[in-house]
């Protein structure tokens, strides 16, 4: 998915990973056709030695390489509570449910037992990037980063920064919450020395935060060079409303983090569902990203947000799980939700002429879970699709895995040619590649991703 919209299909390519030396985990050659890998590879590094090359052979009847999921919004300590919401709306959620377990991973035998299995579980749906929430506690944090570095997951790790409106029990005071954050820093920079761990700095949002912090916060994204943001923006109306409360003095929700310097390039804002046409220009001029979480959106009925329009608006936007106001850390359901709450957008829209332009095709939500979620997460460089100079985050495809829900039939295959020998039978046309693609989009599951690679290594296989 190299744009919005576009399947490249490449059926016969080789393409070549370096595992060494300064361009280590890039994707260094494509090419035409099947090859001798290692006289390919020579051409690059003359001195490489047979047995230096590892061939990973992706073809078969319906397998295929993707680009590995970026979920641009996932809460890591809230994973126990995947699926357990009730009826709940965003600000009840948070108190009933969320800062009791979050508080819980202060223990470091619980946050080990709760990483693990998140990391493990995002990497076998495919993702190979990740921008986590941990929780308030810096210790824990450094913990999620050494597994997301252990697990050869690429990560933003940020730790949970609240200094008000939260719970005694689960809350920091401005200066503890700033040292702390240091602390993350120092330990990422200095000891665990991973170029795939980034931190980034996450003000929960606007309410848990004072306008001391969130000034502080905005100055230590400069001063250490453009530091990654996290935070969430207009998810409900409630939670809006409550905003205007707390900061009389800003226009909007989203002046807000523009006023203490924390709408940049590289922020990423979470659910962006109620927007005026004023927050959308802020959020363009400032070239931040938006994380769309649908799955999440509909479980807390928190709203639709409207991709289209801040797609039409060259704003960047990538998908979210959100777990655990969203229920699956699979991005491929959630692909799947955005794809469906944009019919929904559709099917509002008195204006027959304006139904279908709602519409998120398949490509489109696959660019969004990929590519998209890189340019939200300003790494779009690096990842996010398969390209000379880019790293090789990637997941196996295979259709037709052991236990696979997705049933392709020998007549839809693209490259038969089917023999009517028995012409009595009418066969409908074979599919074309770009229709499996549809079929894994809407049946496939963990059990279709097949092998995970992050910067060349592989991190996860059946
Ligand atoms: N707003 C503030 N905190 C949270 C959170 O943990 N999840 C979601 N979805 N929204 C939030
Ligand atoms: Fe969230």
Not at 72 to 81: D, E, F, K, L, R
Not at 160 to 169: G, L, T
Not at 222 to 247: A, M, P, R, Y
Not at 418 to 424: C, S, V, Y
Request: net charge negative; hydrophobic share 35%; with cysteine.
């Amino acid at each position: 998915t190299p744009s919005l919209g576009q399947l490249r299909n490449r059926e016969t390519v080789s393409v070549g990973v370096s595992l060494t030396g300064a361009d280590k985990g890039n994707i260094v050659f494509i090419k035409e056709g099947s090859v001798d890998p290692v006289a390919d590879c020579r051409e690059f590094d003359e001195s490489l030695a047979a047995e230096e090359v590892v061939v990973v052979d992706g073809s078969g009847e319906a397998a295929f390489f993707f680009p590995g999921f970026v979920d641009t919004h996932i809460h890591a300590s809230q994973y126990p509570n995947a699926g357990i919401f009730g009826n709940s709306t965003l600000l009840n959620w948070l108190e009933t449910y969320t800062f009791p377990l979050e508080a819980a991973l202060e223990h470091a035998e619980v946050a080990r037992e709760v990483y693990e299995a998140v990391v493990r579980r995002t990497l076998a749906n495919g993702t190979t990037t990740a921008a986590y929430f941990a929780t308030i506690d810096a210790e824990s944090t450094k913990l999620l980063a050494r597994i997301c570095s252990s697990r050869n997951q690429r990560a933003l790790v940020g730790k949970v920064c609240m200094d008000q409106n939260s719970p005694d029990y689960y809350r920091e005071t401005t200066e503890a919450c700033l040292q702390n954050c240091r602390r993350v820093l120092s330990f990422l920079d200095q000891e665990l020395k991973d170029p795939k761990i980034q931190p980034i700095l996450t003000p929960r949002f606007a309410p848990s935060c004072s306008r001391e912090l969130l000034l502080k916060l905005g100055q230590l994204s400069q001063d250490e060079g453009h530091l990654h943001i996290q935070t969430h923006l207009c998810e409900t109306n409630e939670e809006i409303s409550w905003v205007k409360s707390l900061f009389p003095e800003c226009e909007t929700y989203t002046h807000v983090y523009e006023r203490f310097n924390l709408l940049t390039r590289k922020t990423v804002l979470a659910h962006c569902v109620h927007l005026t046409d004023d927050e959308a220009r802020l959020i363009k001029a400032a070239e931040s990203g938006v994380s769309h979480c649908p799955t999440s959106n509909s479980s807390l009925t928190s709203g639709e947000c409207k991709v289209r329009w801040l797609l039409d608006q060259g704003i960047k936007v990538g998908l979210g799980t959100d777990v655990s106001g969203g229920f699956t850390c699979n991005m491929l359901a959630v692909a799947r939700q955005a794809h469906l709450v944009s019919r929904h957008l559709a099917m509002r829209e008195q204006n027959q002429k304006l139904r279908d332009h709602w519409k998120l095709s398949v490509p489109e939500v696959l660019f969004l879970a990929t590519l998209g979620g890189a340019q939200a997460l300003d790494m779009d460089e690096k990842i996010g699709s398969f390209e000379v100079g880019k790293q090789f985050d990637a997941q196996l495809i295979n259709l037709k895995s052991p236990g696979s829900n997705v049933d392709i039939f020998a007549w839809q295959r693209p490259t038969l040619h089917i023999n009517h020998a028995n012409n009595r039978v009418r066969l409908p046309p074979g599919t074309t590649n770009e229709d499996l693609i549809a079929k894994w989009f809407f049946n496939g599951d963990d059990r279709n991703v097949s092998g995970v690679w992050v910067a060349g290594n592989p991190c996860h296989s059946t």
